[in-house]
Every structure is written in structure tokens, then in C-alpha cells.
């Protein structure tokens, strides 16, 4: 599990799709120079980060983490979407339409 003493702590939720808890952190300092959202999940050894616009204040992060999804089943929680389904670095509202255009970010999944 990664070292978490040095981010911001917003709130933690339960993961139906991976059956794990997951905390949720903003990275303020992070290499590239914006910040990062990072999710540590309990049962499993990858994180999950991913680039947070300029424009969001920690607010619209946690309100976007907690985006209720229209299909319970879906094989993304909600702050994995734009990666996981659209392949952007960065948190964008999905439901919205298309991502906005991107600045270096990365959104990966890190042991």
C-alpha cells in the first residue's frame, strides 16, 4: 500500500465492484504538477490515480467520486470511468459528454 501521510484525506466508501473499501486522497504534490486524485483500495495492492482539473475545488472531487451510477452493475466505480472507459488521465464529469481538452496527466492503476 502506497504511502498515503503526505495526502490530503477526503473520504473513504465502500467499492461494490471490487468488494473493497476504498479511501480517497488528493495528491497536492504531485510529480507533474497538478493535483492527483488517489484511491487506495483495501483488498488489493493497486491504486488507482488519476489527474484532477484546475478548476475543481475538493468539493467537486467528492462530489464527483460520489456520482451515483445509473447501472448498479457497471464494471467502474464512478471516479474510474473517464480511464477505465473514455482512456482520459483526467477526472472529467462523463456524463456529461466528451472529455475536455488535457494538459499532461496521468491516470493509472500503481502497485
Known amino acids: 500500500m502506497r504511502d498515503v501521510s503526505k495526502l490530503k ?7 461494490s465492484q471490487y468488494q ?7 495528491d497536492e504534490a504531485h510529480a507533474s504538477g497538478m493535483r492527483h486524485l488517489v484511491v487506495v483500495y483495501e483488498n488489493d495492492e493497486h491504486d488507482f490515480i488519476a489527474g484532477i482539473p ?6 467537486n472531487v467528492q462530489d464527483f467520486i460520489f456520482w ?4 448498479p452493475n457497471s464494471p467502474y466505480p464512478a471516479w ?15 456524463w456529461k459528454g466528451r472529455p475536455p ?3 499532461s496527466a496521468s491516470a493509472l492503476t500503481q502497485k
Do not use: T
Not at 484525506?9 to 467499492?15: D, R, Y
Not at 473493497?20 to 488528493?26: D, H, L, N, R, T
Not at 451515483?68 to 447501472?71: L, S
Open 101 to 103: 481538452p488535457q494538459r
Open 54 to 59: 484546475d478548476e475543481w475545488a475538493d468539493q
Open 80 to 94: 474510474e470511468v473517464p480511464a477505465r472507459a473514455y482512456g482520459s488521465p483526467m477526472l472529467y464529469a462523463w
Open 68 to 71: 451515483p451510477m445509473k447501472n
Open 9 to 15: 484525506f477526503i473520504g473513504s466508501s465502500f467499492c
Open 20 to 26: 473493497s473499501q476504498a479511501k480517497f486522497y488528493i
